[in-house]
């Protein structure tokens, strides 16, 4: 398979911290990209989900950010696991 060049823009940030946690495992940022378009054309499209959230989760999101809503403790999610765990 022939290989070409190609030129991308990105966020500078991004591009160095993504350099560097690719580095630490291994691989290189060309590696990575390539690994990318391999999984793209594997699954006829992204490799992952990409959905725009719906109202009710924006809504959501909204209000927990502004800390808004209903709240639940860590005792309540041990509870509600306990009661149908069993």
């Known amino acids: 398979m022939s290989k070409m060049q190609t030129t991308i823009r990105l966020e500078e940030d991004d591009?160095?911290?993504?350099?560097?946690?690719?580095?630490?495992?291994?691989?290189?940022y060309a590696q990575a990209i390539n690994m990318f378009n391999r999984m793209v054309v594997l699954n006829h499209g992204l490799p992952f989900e990409a959905k725009i959230p719906n109202k009710k989760t924006i809504t959501a999101m909204k209000e927990a950010k502004e800390l808004k809503g209903e709240f639940i403790t860590l005792g309540d999610l041990e509870r509600e696991h306990a009661a149908v765990s069993h």
């Open 15 to 28: 591009y160095k911290q993504a350099r560097e946690i690719l580095e630490f495992v291994g691989m290189s």
